[in-house]
């Protein structure tokens, strides 16, 4: 058998022959772009708008650099200095199709944790316009239930000490853009694309408190002159496995240490709101809209919570995958009935958006069987995603007499998957969250105490008080408990 051939800039020549590969001059490119999180879903997405840009117009102003804040990221750091910042991009079809091609937008990699003061050189950078950020729902440092800024994080009272060794995104951006100001440099715009609604004014706010604490003439200084563009991104990217990896080397004879795989879809509203100039991402289209908050709003409450109910019913279940719950006619009945019950009377009015063609277009998504996108992922930080996924929902049909009882059972669920971590046959759950122990010291007390997970006030704000839902869910989750047979109580819902 022929020996692979490793991904990197010298090796792409003989390459072409095999898979696509990036055809603008990757030399030219200056970073334009400075991107913080740089996992699979801005690989599949931001990255991949921009290695379109480059390919229908040349346009050397933006490529990427990529910055890991956090130790883990070292792993990415590393795949990606090795290969030059070249990585594949696996788009796989509901039909089995599969369209692979090597992505080019990314040219340099810098570490937070190890090196702050080239990260802040870099957004400090004449050739830097724009950060942007997917660093996770948990990664903007609010508190759920209040929506302020958490000062007790230790990281953040280390840099609110010291100012000069950042260690979250709120240290490096205001170093940074202290030092552009005294540079005289035209600010940054900070472009959110995580899934939090509003995610730009809730980077702003929280960077914002963060500043005033700091320096109050530089928090000044950022509220009149920083853009945060709110945005909807989406594209579903799952977790890449070995058998991805093993795939373009049995096919192309390509050896690729960490590509990303995705489904074909792709979507990206937002505001036209920059500081200091944008790509003109609309020639490969991104959306540019005056105001995108309907959008992100349809996007959370339907996409992301219809994925983290299929997720947390589905890893109880037994259930390995999102395609697996869709292959399961009481998943898809459950979902389509919390979609349209519960989570579709509660949006805002969405002018020229047909809901129901958007719903059959998640529920054809989420069906895709090659995309094997695990529970585990979905189920992933839970915590900092279903207060505004899902929890959200509930109180909105609360305060309107709506019907809770589809998303209950699965903060039920959520509950008995905290405290048990196991499914139905009793295999192990992997779980993955930073609040896991306090999820499943408050899950554990449930035998005794029914309504001790939802007490939880930071997630569940004051829905302890409301009768109708902790009724319901103390109901459901002591029937949970009985048995564990969540397929049941997903029919009688
Ligand atoms: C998922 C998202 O993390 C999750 O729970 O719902 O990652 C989802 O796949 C993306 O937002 C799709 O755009």
């Known amino acids: 058998m022929n020996k692979e051939i490793m991904l990197n800039k010298e090796n792409l020549a003989t390459l072409s022959k095999q898979i696509p590969i990036p055809t603008f001059d990757r030399k030219s490119l200056k970073a334009g772009i400075v991107h913080v999180g740089v996992g699979g879903f801005h690989r599949a997405h931001e990255a991949y708008y921009t290695h379109l840009l480059q390919e229908k117009e040349g346009v050397s102003d933006w490529g990427i650099c990529g910055i890991g804040l956090r130790k883990g990221d070292q792993k990415i750091h590393d795949v990606l200095q090795k290969q030059d910042g070249l990585y594949t991009l696996i788009i796989k079809h509901p039909d089995g199709k599969i369209d ?7 040219i340099d990699f810098k570490l937070g944790h190890d090196t702050p003061d080239l990260v802040i050189d870099q957004m400090v950078h004449p050739d830097t316009k724009i950060v942007s950020l997917t660093i996770t729902e948990g990664g903007y440092n609010f508190n759920s239930s209040t ?44 472009m959110s694309c995580d899934n939090i609604e509003h995610n730009g004014d809730v980077t702003r706010k929280m960077l914002l408190a963060f500043a005033n604490r700091q320096d109050k003439e530089l928090a000044a200084y950022i509220e009149k002159e920083v853009c945060f563009p709110n945005s909807m991104v989406d594209r579903i990217t799952p977790v890449t496995t070995p058998s991805d990896i093993e795939y373009l080397e049995s096919t192309y004879g390509l050896k690729d240490e960490w590509p990303v795989t995705c489904e074909p879809f792709i979507q990206w509203v937002i505001e ?144 008995y998957y905290s405290d048990k971590g196991i499914d139905k046959n009793g295999n192990a759950i992997e779980i993955i969250d930073a609040m896991q122990e306090q999820l499943h010291e408050a899950a554990s007390k449930t035998e005794t105490d029914p309504l001790a997970f939802i007490r939880q006030e930071s997630l569940f704000g004051n829905l302890i008080n409301e009768d109708k839902f902790t009724n319901l869910y103390s109901e459901m989750v002591q029937k949970i408990y009985a048995d564990n047979d969540i397929k049941k109580l997903m029919k009688q819902a």
């Open 100 to 106: 692979s091609q090597v992505i080019g937008s990314i």
């Open 147 to 190: 929506g302020e800024f958490d000062f007790e994080n230790t990281d953040v009272q280390h840099e609110l000490q010291h100012p000069n060794s950042p260690r979250t995104i709120y240290g490096f951006l205001t170093a940074a853009i202290k030092k552009r100001r005294a540079s005289s440099l035209s600010p940054f715009t900070v």
């Open 272 to 415: 036209d709101n920059f500081s200091n100039g944008r790509p003109e991402f609309e020639k490969v289209g991104v959306q540019f809209v005056p105001d995108v908050k309907p959008y992100e709003k349809m996007k959370l409450r339907l996409l992301n919570a219809g994925h983290s109910v299929l997720g947390l019913l589905g890893a109880i279940h037994g259930h390995p995958t999102i395609n697996a719950c869709m292959e399961d006619e009481v998943f898809v009945t459950y979902l389509r009935a919390f979609m349209d019950q519960e989570a579709t009377p509660v949006l805002d009015q969405l002018e020229g958006i047909d809901l129901t063609a958007y719903k059959d277009s998640l529920q054809e998504r989420f069906a895709n069987p090659n995309i094997k996108d695990s529970v585990s992922r979905i189920c992933s930080e839970s915590s900092a995603k279903l207060p505004k996924f899902l929890i959200a929902t509930i109180q909105d049909n609360i305060a309107n007499g709506g019907s809770i009882t589809y998303a209950t059972l699965v903060i039920a669920a959520w509950c």
